[in-house]
């Protein structure tokens, strides 16, 4: 291995300013807002505060999914938050969600708005509303389940595993990257094999699981995420791969996955969603002056 500097921890931790990488200007040790700032309304009875990582693609996919499916509840207004300029610390976005992390969600169709955070519940939330995407069906539900709160347990070893140590701090630590590659790829065996006994995570139906697992482990084996895909060798995760291919072939998945975006090809960028015809007209290809 290599040598990397000897770091001796004094008996009590304290907050480096300076010592946060990429991320030094928003992490905190502390939570709750750092400014006023009130959230904006739209006309929709769902309000979506996100940004288009892949935590924030699961709701936008699942939203464009239910639209397709004819569920007219389930229009949204989807507002961006720019989470490298501090807007999850802003007090409103706070009140929807005090964890300050994209994606929330205000459900307004009812006489109180409902409040609800963390992907994994906003999706559970919606499959219920508009029962789609999460059978009733005991088995099928309970492997549903067990795929989608693997997601929500899993993919942190792969963002602020991985991908901080292999793509964002600001030193390379053979030890850490080790550690978080390998358990990347035994994530990815555990879907791959998974993927060889059924079509989809929770057998034949395409389900939340999908839609949360998608983002992020579809998101690697097609080379989106961290630039990783040669080093990490995710074509070896064949099923991944056909069932990662399957699901975006979805135009719900393509769509959802344009909302909220700021980084990437123009025409995949909207970086504000109020309307079904904002994908034609409001891409920021169709924004931006022709050169
Ligand atoms: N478990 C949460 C994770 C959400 C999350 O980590 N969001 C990130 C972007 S992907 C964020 O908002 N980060 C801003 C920050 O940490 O200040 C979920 O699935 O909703």
Same mark, same amino acid.
């Given at each position: ?5 000897? /770091? ?6 304290t ?8 991320f ?22 769902l309000?979506? /505060? ?20 004819g ?57 219920e ?22 997601q929500m ?38 879907? &791959? ?6 079509? /989809?995570?929770?057998?034949?139906? /395409? ?18 995420l ?13 099923n ?28 995949d ?10 994908f034609?007209?409001?891409t920021? &290809? ?6």
């Amino acid at each position: 291995m290599t040598d990397t500097p000897e /770091y001796t921890p004094p008996k009590v931790w304290t907050w480096n300013k300076g010592n946060g990488g990429r991320f030094a200007n928003i992490n905190r040790p502390i939570a709750g807002p750092t400014h006023d700032k009130e959230l904006p309304v739209g006309r929709h009875p769902l309000q979506l /505060y996100s940004l288009a990582t892949p935590n924030g693609q699961k709701v936008t996919i699942m939203l464009e999914e239910l639209l397709a499916l004819g569920h007219a509840g389930a229009e949204y207004d989807a507002w961006l938050i720019k989470i490298g300029e501090g807007d999850q610390f802003g007090s409103g976005f706070v009140g929807v969600n005090p964890n300050s992390k994209i994606p929330a969600l205000l459900d307004r169709s009812g006489p109180k708005p409902i409040r609800v955070f963390e992907s994994g519940a906003i999706l559970v939330h919606l499959a219920e509303k508009f029962g789609a995407f999460l059978t009733t069906e005991p088995r099928a539900r309970a492997e549903c389940f067990s795929w989608l709160f693997w997601q929500m347990g899993s993919a942190p070893y792969v963002g602020g595993g991985f991908g901080h140590f292999y793509a964002y701090a600001p030193m390379k630590f053979e030890y850490a990257i080790d550690r978080f590659s390998m358990e990347t790829k035994r994530q990815l065996d555990v879907l &791959d094999r998974r993927l060889a006994e059924s079509a /989809y995570l929770a057998g034949d139906e /395409y389900t939340i699981a999908d839609i949360a697992v998608f983002p992020w482990y579809g998101g690697l084996v097609k080379g989106w995420l961290y630039g990783a895909a040669e080093f990490l060798q995710v074509h070896e995760y064949k099923n991944v791969m056909r069932w990662a291919d399957a699901i975006l072939e979805r135009p719900a998945v393509r769509r959802g996955r344009k909302v909220n975006r700021v980084n990437g090809e123009l025409s995949d960028q909207l970086h504000e969603r109020h309307d079904a015809s904002d994908f034609d007209t409001k891409t920021q &290809d169709k924004i931006a002056p022709k050169k």
